[in-house]
Protein backbone atom coordinates (compact mmCIF):
# COMPACT_ATOMS: atom_id res chain seq x y z
CA UNK A 1 0.00 0.00 0.00
CA UNK A 2 3.01 2.31 -0.04
CA UNK A 3 2.84 2.16 -3.50
CA UNK A 4 6.22 1.19 -4.80
CA UNK A 5 7.66 3.79 -2.60
CA UNK A 6 10.04 2.53 0.84
CA UNK A 7 8.71 4.84 3.21
CA UNK A 8 5.08 6.16 3.27
CA UNK A 9 7.35 9.79 3.95
CA UNK A 10 8.16 9.80 0.59
CA UNK A 11 4.82 8.60 -0.89
CA UNK A 12 3.40 11.45 0.90
CA UNK A 13 5.86 13.91 -0.04
CA UNK A 14 5.36 12.66 -3.86
CA UNK A 15 1.81 13.12 -3.53
CA UNK A 16 1.89 17.04 -2.77
CA UNK A 17 0.97 18.54 -6.05
CA UNK A 18 -2.46 15.96 -6.07
CA UNK A 19 -3.26 16.97 -2.08
CA UNK A 20 -2.83 20.75 -3.04
CA UNK A 21 -5.37 20.44 -6.07
CA UNK A 22 -7.52 19.11 -3.74
CA UNK A 23 -7.31 21.62 -1.08
CA UNK A 24 -7.56 24.21 -3.75
CA UNK A 25 -10.55 22.62 -5.49
CA UNK A 26 -14.15 24.80 -5.98
CA UNK A 27 -12.10 27.06 -2.97
CA UNK A 28 -10.76 29.84 -6.07
CA UNK A 29 -12.77 31.35 -8.78
CA UNK A 30 -10.02 32.07 -11.22
CA UNK A 31 -12.72 34.20 -13.09
CA UNK A 32 -14.51 35.82 -10.58
CA UNK A 33 -10.75 36.53 -8.99
CA UNK A 34 -12.87 35.23 -5.35
CA UNK A 35 -12.27 32.52 -2.85
CA UNK A 36 -14.85 31.20 -1.87
CA UNK A 37 -15.05 28.94 1.37
CA UNK A 38 -18.19 26.78 2.83
CA UNK A 39 -18.02 28.22 6.56
CA UNK A 40 -21.04 29.94 8.01
CA UNK A 41 -18.33 32.10 10.14
CA UNK A 42 -19.67 35.88 9.98
CA UNK A 43 -16.39 37.48 8.58
CA UNK A 44 -16.87 41.05 8.91
CA UNK A 45 -17.24 39.47 12.95
CA UNK A 46 -13.66 39.02 13.06
CA UNK A 47 -11.11 41.81 13.94
CA UNK A 48 -8.13 39.47 15.18
CA UNK A 49 -7.21 35.86 15.35
CA UNK A 50 -5.93 33.68 17.89
CA UNK A 51 -3.98 30.66 16.20
CA UNK A 52 -2.96 27.45 18.66
CA UNK A 53 -1.12 24.33 17.52
CA UNK A 54 2.19 22.25 17.98
CA UNK A 55 4.93 20.56 16.80
CA UNK A 56 4.43 21.04 12.70
CA UNK A 57 0.96 22.41 12.50
CA UNK A 58 2.99 25.30 14.83
CA UNK A 59 4.73 26.05 12.30
CA UNK A 60 1.99 26.46 9.99
CA UNK A 61 0.17 28.67 12.40
CA UNK A 62 3.46 31.16 12.67
CA UNK A 63 3.11 30.92 8.51
CA UNK A 64 -0.54 31.73 8.70
CA UNK A 65 -0.74 34.51 11.02
CA UNK A 66 1.47 36.50 8.93
CA UNK A 67 -1.29 36.04 5.85
CA UNK A 68 -3.77 37.05 8.51
CA UNK A 69 -1.48 40.37 9.28
CA UNK A 70 -0.33 41.37 5.84
CA UNK A 71 -4.34 41.48 5.32
CA UNK A 72 -4.82 43.85 8.04
CA UNK A 73 -6.15 41.40 10.36
CA UNK A 74 -4.44 41.32 13.75
CA UNK A 75 -3.26 37.65 14.78
CA UNK A 76 -0.83 35.89 17.34
CA UNK A 77 0.14 32.08 17.29
CA UNK A 78 0.82 30.41 20.56
CA UNK A 79 1.86 26.82 21.35
CA UNK A 80 -1.43 25.00 22.13
CA UNK A 81 0.88 23.65 25.57
CA UNK A 82 1.17 27.62 26.76
CA UNK A 83 -2.01 28.70 26.13
CA UNK A 84 -3.75 28.00 29.09
CA UNK A 85 -5.39 30.83 31.04
CA UNK A 86 -4.06 33.44 28.33
CA UNK A 87 -4.79 36.26 26.46
CA UNK A 88 -8.56 36.18 26.43
CA UNK A 89 -9.62 39.17 28.39
CA UNK A 90 -11.92 41.55 26.76
CA UNK A 91 -12.96 41.15 23.45
CA UNK A 92 -12.80 37.63 22.29
CA UNK A 93 -11.13 36.82 19.04
CA UNK A 94 -11.73 34.24 16.61
CA UNK A 95 -9.47 31.08 18.12
CA UNK A 96 -8.44 29.04 15.30
CA UNK A 97 -7.28 25.34 16.33
CA UNK A 98 -4.36 24.12 13.33
CA UNK A 99 -4.34 20.41 13.96
CA UNK A 100 -3.89 17.01 11.23
CA UNK A 101 -4.92 14.62 13.57
CA UNK A 102 -7.86 16.68 14.91
CA UNK A 103 -6.81 14.99 18.14
CA UNK A 104 -4.16 16.35 19.70
CA UNK A 105 -4.45 16.61 23.38
CA UNK A 106 -2.69 20.22 23.79
CA UNK A 107 -4.96 21.68 21.10
CA UNK A 108 -7.73 19.95 22.06
CA UNK A 109 -7.24 21.46 25.85
CA UNK A 110 -6.60 25.28 24.89
CA UNK A 111 -9.39 25.32 22.31
CA UNK A 112 -12.12 23.84 24.91
CA UNK A 113 -10.38 26.57 27.00
CA UNK A 114 -11.28 29.24 24.66
CA UNK A 115 -14.52 28.14 24.12
CA UNK A 116 -15.41 28.07 27.89
CA UNK A 117 -14.27 31.69 27.82
CA UNK A 118 -16.58 32.60 24.85
CA UNK A 119 -14.47 33.07 21.95
CA UNK A 120 -15.95 31.18 18.34
CA UNK A 121 -13.66 28.39 17.22
CA UNK A 122 -12.29 26.93 13.95
CA UNK A 123 -10.25 24.24 13.30
CA UNK A 124 -8.17 23.78 10.58
CA UNK A 125 -7.91 20.08 10.28
CA UNK A 126 -6.90 16.72 7.45
CA UNK A 127 -9.73 14.70 9.70
CA UNK A 128 -13.37 15.00 8.95
CA UNK A 129 -15.12 13.55 12.41
CA UNK A 130 -12.71 14.50 14.37
CA UNK A 131 -12.85 15.80 18.08
CA UNK A 132 -11.69 19.09 16.87
CA UNK A 133 -13.98 19.21 13.90
CA UNK A 134 -16.60 17.78 16.01
CA UNK A 135 -16.22 20.56 19.15
CA UNK A 136 -14.88 23.38 16.95
CA UNK A 137 -18.23 26.27 15.70
CA UNK A 138 -16.58 25.63 12.22
CA UNK A 139 -14.19 23.35 10.85
CA UNK A 140 -11.74 24.35 7.15
CA UNK A 141 -10.90 21.08 5.98
CA UNK A 142 -7.53 21.00 4.31
CA UNK A 143 -8.20 17.88 2.44
CA UNK A 144 -4.86 16.12 1.98
CA UNK A 145 -6.08 12.52 2.36
CA UNK A 146 -4.49 10.02 5.49
CA UNK A 147 -1.21 10.43 6.24
CA UNK A 148 0.64 7.82 7.58
CA UNK A 149 4.26 8.60 8.20
CA UNK A 150 4.84 10.23 11.70
CA UNK A 151 6.47 13.20 9.96
CA UNK A 152 4.07 16.09 9.05
CA UNK A 153 4.78 16.55 5.34
CA UNK A 154 1.90 16.70 2.82
CA UNK A 155 -0.89 17.61 5.84
CA UNK A 156 1.78 21.25 6.24
CA UNK A 157 1.30 22.18 2.77
CA UNK A 158 -2.11 21.62 2.57
CA UNK A 159 -2.53 23.81 6.18
CA UNK A 160 -0.33 26.81 4.58
CA UNK A 161 -2.65 26.20 1.54
CA UNK A 162 -5.82 26.68 3.15
CA UNK A 163 -4.35 29.41 5.57
CA UNK A 164 -3.95 31.18 2.19
CA UNK A 165 -7.90 30.63 1.45
CA UNK A 166 -8.72 31.60 5.14
CA UNK A 167 -7.10 34.75 4.94
CA UNK A 168 -7.91 35.58 1.34
CA UNK A 169 -11.24 35.14 2.42
CA UNK A 170 -11.88 36.68 5.30
CA UNK A 171 -10.23 39.39 3.73
CA UNK A 172 -13.01 39.42 1.70
CA UNK A 173 -12.90 37.41 -0.78
CA UNK A 174 -11.39 39.10 -3.68
CA UNK A 175 -7.96 38.66 -4.48
CA UNK A 176 -5.76 40.24 -7.45
CA UNK A 177 -5.16 38.29 -10.47
CA UNK A 178 -1.59 37.30 -9.76
CA UNK A 179 -2.43 36.12 -6.73
CA UNK A 180 -4.93 33.80 -7.64
CA UNK A 181 -2.78 32.27 -10.49
CA UNK A 182 -0.11 31.85 -7.85
CA UNK A 183 -2.28 29.76 -5.76
CA UNK A 184 -3.28 27.82 -8.51
CA UNK A 185 0.13 27.05 -9.90
CA UNK A 186 1.58 25.97 -7.06
CA UNK A 187 0.84 22.08 -7.46
CA UNK A 188 2.62 22.33 -10.68
CA UNK A 189 5.21 24.32 -8.92
CA UNK A 190 5.64 21.88 -6.01
CA UNK A 191 5.81 19.21 -9.24
CA UNK A 192 8.77 20.53 -10.25
CA UNK A 193 10.78 20.39 -7.61
CA UNK A 194 9.74 16.52 -7.16
CA UNK A 195 11.08 15.84 -10.50
CA UNK A 196 14.53 17.36 -9.63
CA UNK A 197 16.97 15.41 -7.62
CA UNK A 198 19.42 17.75 -5.85
CA UNK A 199 18.21 17.53 -2.36
CA UNK A 200 19.37 13.82 -2.74
CA UNK A 201 22.56 14.58 -3.94
CA UNK A 202 22.82 17.54 -1.31
CA UNK A 203 22.36 15.28 1.32
CA UNK A 204 24.66 12.57 0.46
CA UNK A 205 27.42 15.25 1.09
CA UNK A 206 26.01 16.97 3.97
CA UNK A 207 25.35 13.50 6.15
CA UNK A 208 27.81 13.17 9.19
CA UNK A 209 27.75 16.76 10.00
CA UNK A 210 28.18 18.05 13.49
CA UNK A 211 24.37 19.52 13.31
CA UNK A 212 22.15 21.43 11.07
CA UNK A 213 20.78 24.99 11.16
CA UNK A 214 18.14 26.49 8.75
CA UNK A 215 17.64 30.30 8.36
CA UNK A 216 15.17 32.31 7.32
CA UNK A 217 13.29 35.83 7.25
CA UNK A 218 9.49 36.38 7.25
CA UNK A 219 7.28 33.72 5.61
CA UNK A 220 10.88 32.07 5.30
CA UNK A 221 11.43 31.80 9.35
CA UNK A 222 8.68 29.15 9.94
CA UNK A 223 9.93 27.33 7.37
CA UNK A 224 13.50 27.12 9.17
CA UNK A 225 11.84 25.82 12.02
CA UNK A 226 10.08 23.25 10.63
CA UNK A 227 12.91 22.51 7.90
CA UNK A 228 14.89 21.98 11.67
CA UNK A 229 11.75 20.15 13.17
CA UNK A 230 11.21 17.13 10.15
CA UNK A 231 15.36 16.59 10.06
CA UNK A 232 15.95 16.33 13.76
CA UNK A 233 12.57 13.92 14.07
CA UNK A 234 13.29 11.70 11.54
CA UNK A 235 17.64 11.39 11.63
CA UNK A 236 18.09 11.73 15.11
CA UNK A 237 20.61 14.40 14.09
CA UNK A 238 21.25 18.16 15.87
CA UNK A 239 19.13 20.59 13.95
CA UNK A 240 17.77 23.84 14.98
CA UNK A 241 15.63 26.89 13.22
CA UNK A 242 16.55 30.38 13.62
CA UNK A 243 14.93 33.94 12.15
CA UNK A 244 17.85 34.39 9.54
CA UNK A 245 18.49 37.54 12.01
CA UNK A 246 18.68 35.84 15.36
CA UNK A 247 22.27 34.28 14.22
CA UNK A 248 24.46 37.08 15.23
CA UNK A 249 22.57 37.05 18.51
CA UNK A 250 23.90 33.95 19.56
CA UNK A 251 23.47 30.92 17.28
CA UNK A 252 26.54 32.04 15.36
CA UNK A 253 28.86 30.93 18.17
CA UNK A 254 28.14 27.02 17.48
CA UNK A 255 28.71 27.71 13.62
CA UNK A 256 31.94 25.76 12.63
CA UNK A 257 33.02 24.33 9.14
CA UNK A 258 30.71 21.24 10.37
CA UNK A 259 27.42 23.05 11.02
CA UNK A 260 25.91 23.39 7.24
CA UNK A 261 23.65 26.30 7.48
CA UNK A 262 20.35 25.94 5.08
CA UNK A 263 19.24 29.60 4.08
CA UNK A 264 15.98 30.09 2.60
CA UNK A 265 16.59 33.25 0.15
CA UNK A 266 13.49 34.16 -1.97
CA UNK A 267 13.11 37.13 -4.18
CA UNK A 268 14.98 39.90 -4.07
CA UNK A 269 13.36 42.51 -1.31
CA UNK A 270 15.20 43.92 1.70
CA UNK A 271 14.39 40.77 3.70
CA UNK A 272 16.57 38.25 0.74
CA UNK A 273 19.32 40.91 1.19
CA UNK A 274 19.77 40.92 4.66
CA UNK A 275 19.63 36.92 4.48
CA UNK A 276 22.30 37.11 1.94
CA UNK A 277 24.31 39.23 4.28
CA UNK A 278 23.61 36.73 7.42
CA UNK A 279 24.55 33.58 4.63
CA UNK A 280 27.96 35.86 4.13
CA UNK A 281 28.74 35.70 8.09
CA UNK A 282 28.78 32.00 7.86
CA UNK A 283 30.09 31.35 4.88
CA UNK A 284 33.37 33.47 6.28
CA UNK A 285 33.52 31.35 9.44
CA UNK A 286 33.76 28.52 7.09
CA UNK A 287 30.14 26.87 7.42
CA UNK A 288 28.89 24.95 4.15
CA UNK A 289 25.87 26.50 2.64
CA UNK A 290 23.08 25.56 1.16
CA UNK A 291 20.67 28.05 -0.21
CA UNK A 292 17.38 27.12 -0.92
CA UNK A 293 16.10 29.79 -3.93
CA UNK A 294 14.64 31.03 -6.28
CA UNK A 295 18.04 32.89 -8.07
CA UNK A 296 16.35 36.33 -7.48
CA UNK A 297 18.77 37.41 -4.78
CA UNK A 298 22.16 36.51 -6.34
CA UNK A 299 23.01 34.25 -3.34
CA UNK A 300 24.44 31.24 -5.19
CA UNK A 301 27.98 32.49 -4.85
CA UNK A 302 28.22 32.13 -1.40
CA UNK A 303 27.01 28.79 -1.43
CA UNK A 304 28.49 25.57 -2.01
CA UNK A 305 24.78 23.90 -2.54
CA UNK A 306 21.84 25.31 -4.41
CA UNK A 307 18.87 23.68 -4.24
CA UNK A 308 16.45 25.53 -6.58
CA UNK A 309 12.35 26.47 -6.20
CA UNK A 310 10.58 28.41 -9.20
CA UNK A 311 9.64 31.84 -8.79
CA UNK A 312 6.16 33.19 -7.20
CA UNK A 313 5.01 35.54 -4.71
CA UNK A 314 6.92 35.71 -1.68
CA UNK A 315 4.31 33.79 0.96
CA UNK A 316 3.75 30.96 -1.71
CA UNK A 317 7.75 30.69 -2.01
CA UNK A 318 7.76 29.50 1.48
CA UNK A 319 5.65 26.70 0.76
CA UNK A 320 7.71 26.03 -2.13
CA UNK A 321 10.97 25.88 -0.25
CA UNK A 322 9.31 23.68 2.48
CA UNK A 323 8.79 20.76 0.01
CA UNK A 324 13.02 21.29 -0.65
CA UNK A 325 13.40 20.97 3.36
CA UNK A 326 11.09 17.93 3.01
CA UNK A 327 13.26 15.85 0.82
CA UNK A 328 16.64 16.85 2.50
CA UNK A 329 15.52 15.09 5.38
CA UNK A 330 14.24 12.42 4.12
CA UNK A 331 17.61 11.44 1.87
CA UNK A 332 19.34 12.24 4.71
CA UNK A 333 17.54 10.57 7.30
CA UNK A 334 17.45 7.68 4.56
CA UNK A 335 21.40 7.81 4.49
CA UNK A 336 21.64 7.41 7.82
CA UNK A 337 19.48 4.13 7.62
CA UNK A 338 16.91 5.78 9.96
CA UNK A 339 13.15 4.25 10.80
CA UNK A 340 12.08 7.07 9.07
CA UNK A 341 7.79 6.73 9.22
CA UNK A 342 8.21 5.53 12.39
CA UNK A 343 11.17 7.44 14.36
CA UNK A 344 12.05 6.41 18.27
CA UNK A 345 9.49 7.90 20.58
CA UNK A 346 7.59 9.94 18.31
CA UNK A 347 3.55 9.21 17.92
CA UNK A 348 1.31 10.38 14.74
CA UNK A 349 -1.45 11.37 16.82
CA UNK A 350 -0.52 12.89 20.62
CA UNK A 351 -3.01 12.35 23.00
CA UNK A 352 -1.80 12.97 26.22
CA UNK A 353 -0.67 16.68 27.78
O1 LIG B 1 -2.19 16.32 14.58
P1 LIG B 1 -1.52 17.63 14.91
O2 LIG B 1 -1.29 18.48 13.73
O3 LIG B 1 -2.24 18.37 16.00
O4 LIG B 1 -0.11 17.20 15.50
C1 LIG B 1 0.75 18.15 16.06
C2 LIG B 1 2.17 17.64 16.14
O5 LIG B 1 2.24 16.51 17.00
C3 LIG B 1 2.70 17.24 14.76
O6 LIG B 1 2.62 18.31 13.87
C4 LIG B 1 4.18 16.79 14.84
O7 LIG B 1 4.99 17.85 15.25
C5 LIG B 1 4.58 16.26 13.46
N1 LIG B 1 4.40 14.86 13.39
C6 LIG B 1 5.99 16.59 13.09
O8 LIG B 1 6.30 16.11 11.82
Not at 9 to 35: F, N, S, Y
Not at 124 to 142: K, M, P, Q, Y
Not at 187 to 205: F, K, N
Not at 334 to 341: A, E, L, N, T
Request: charged share 25%.
Amino acid sequence: EKGGYEQYMLKEITEQPRALRKCLRGRVDEEAEQVSLDLELERESVDRIHLLACGSSYHAALYGAQLFRARGIPAQTFLASEYGDRALAGDTPLVIGVTQSGETADTLGALRAAQAAGAETLTITNTVGSSAARECDHALFVRAGPEIGVAATKTFANQQTALHLLALWLGGGDADPSHIAALRAIPEQVQSILDDDSAREVAAELVDSAAYFFIGRGPQHPIALEGALKLKEISYEHAEGFAAGELKHGPIALVTTETPIIAMVTGDDERARKTVGNVKEVQARGAPVVAVTDGKANVEQYAQHVLSVPETEPEIAALLANVQLQLLAYWIARDMGRPIDKPRNLAKSVTVE
